[in-house]
């Protein structure tokens, strides 16, 4: 009989159910993206997601996702402190 390895609750909240954004960013249930480029990574939760994606140009979904992916994270991270203070 073979060994039963279970998950705990930290490693089950680590675990995509496979959903991407149409660029191919991970997403959970809630809508909430891992955003990942060469300049680092960061969770963006979902409200401020479909924001960012309004403030990009391009005639699909797909072409907004890579043009942001373009952004250095630290960058997407002013732009949404500015935007939640107000100033964007």
Do not use: C
């Amino acid at each position: 009989m073979s060994d039963v390895t279970k998950l705990n609750n930290d490693q089950l909240d680590g675990v995509s159910g496979g959903a991407k954004t149409a660029y191919g960013f991970d997403q959970d249930a809630n809508g909430n993206v891992a955003f990942h480029n060469g300049s680092g990574t960061m969770a963006i939760n979902k409200a401020d997601w479909e924001w960012l994606l309004t403030q990009y140009q391009g005639p699909t979904l797909r072409d907004k996702e890579y043009y942001l992916s373009t952004v250095p994270v630290g960058d997407i991270q002013q732009l949404l402190t500015d935007h939640h203070a107000g100033r964007r």
